[in-house]
């Protein structure tokens, strides 16, 4: 009979988190994950996963080894909104995880899978993008993932790195939503020429490649994760419209106009409490970024699933779901 297996997963009812679960479970993993809020974590997370109470902000240290204990890990635990301020990332997303590495060393935990980002590479002079690449990141969230990875990095750990690009999928609507409201009204300009390209993975891809990383032998790598397909922003958008059954969009905006419409948009938040376009959204719609997974193909056995037009098409219906309330949230 194969021996369960144990995980340590952190992030587990973020939206990634939840999905990765569902994936070591099916898989035969012992799951047990660190939460805030054991009340919510049960309603979103499958049955059978060990709940441990803390967070890395200010579990004790010892509390956190013993929970780990005999345990790989997954750490996805981190801040992705790009309206915190500097001090929030480094606090949660490079000291968190050196709080976990720490811990991880002390109980000599067998395999330790970090979550990491693209983001990390912007400033780029040449396509497609490589792990050979030197790190160039453009604000502070990239800046504090680029720290939590030296922080794995300076460890003695079995670990493995994983930097998926943008995620989407059901559930991520941080950006996503705002973009298909205008698509749908026939209100979204094409950002500059259009003709950039715009990396994204979805969920299950990403999950798949932490399960994999998870399963996987290889010592001390880290493995760059895309859809590996290669669509450019107007090809996105028109997809995106076709889906919605709404207009293909055909204005341009360049990108000067567009940070004036984010900053305005800043200014409107200020009365209302909501930002609807950030400037790292345009600064993600126009950056020109390709991603090369051969390496995470080759070592990993990483597959990509789930095309960009499957993916579409399954937002579009789980948005179309939701009430607006729900939608909203």
Not at 217 to 228: H, N, P, R
Request: glycine fraction near 6%; charge should be positive.
């Amino acid at each position: 009979m194969k021996k369960t297996r144990s995980v340590f997963v952190t992030g587990a009812t973020g939206r990634l988190g939840r999905v990765f679960v569902r994936w070591a479970q099916k898989k035969g993993w012992k799951v047990t994950a660190l939460v805030r809020n054991p009340a919510k974590a049960r309603k979103v997370l499958p049955q059978g996963v060990h709940i441990v109470k803390g967070d890395l902000d200010s579990m004790p240290f010892l509390e956190l080894c013993r929970a780990l204990r005999g345990k790989s890990v997954v750490h996805m635990a981190g801040v992705v909104d790009f309206r915190a301020n500097a001090e929030r990332f480094f606090r949660i997303n490079a000291a968190g995880t050196l709080k976990m590495v720490q811990a991880a060393e002390r109980e000599r935990t067998p395999r330790f899978v970090h979550t990491s980002s693209t983001s990390i590479y912007h400033y780029v002079n040449r396509l497609p993008i490589t792990e050979q690449f030197d790190p160039s990141p453009a604000n502070a969230y990239g800046k504090s993932k680029l720290e939590a990875e030296a922080v794995v990095r300076r460890s003695q750990l079995n670990y493995a790195i994983i930097r998926p690009c943008a995620i989407y999928g059901p559930g991520f609507d941080e950006g996503f939503s705002q973009v298909m409201q205008w698509v749908k009204k026939g209100k979204m300009p094409i950002l500059g020429s259009g003709k950039n390209h715009i990396p994204l993975i979805h969920v299950e891809d990403a999950a798949q490649a932490l399960w994999l990383a998870l399963e996987n032998d290889a010592y001390q790598e880290d493995f760059i994760v895309s859809s590996g397909e290669q669509f450019t922003q107007e090809e996105a958008l028109c997809m995106l419209a076709d889906a919605l059954k709404a207009p293909r969009p055909t204005r341009h905006v360049m990108r000067p106009l567009a940070y004036a419409l984010a900053g305005l948009d800043a200014l409107n938040g200020l009365f209302t409490g909501k930002r609807k376009l950030l400037r790292t959204h345009v600064d993600f719609l126009m950056e020109d970024r390709v991603f090369d997974i051969s390496k995470a193909r080759r070592i990993l056995g990483f597959r990509p699933k789930i095309t960009l037009q499957q993916g579409i098409r399954e937002l579009v219906r789980d948005t179309s779901r939701r009430t607006p309330r729900q939608h909203g949230s």
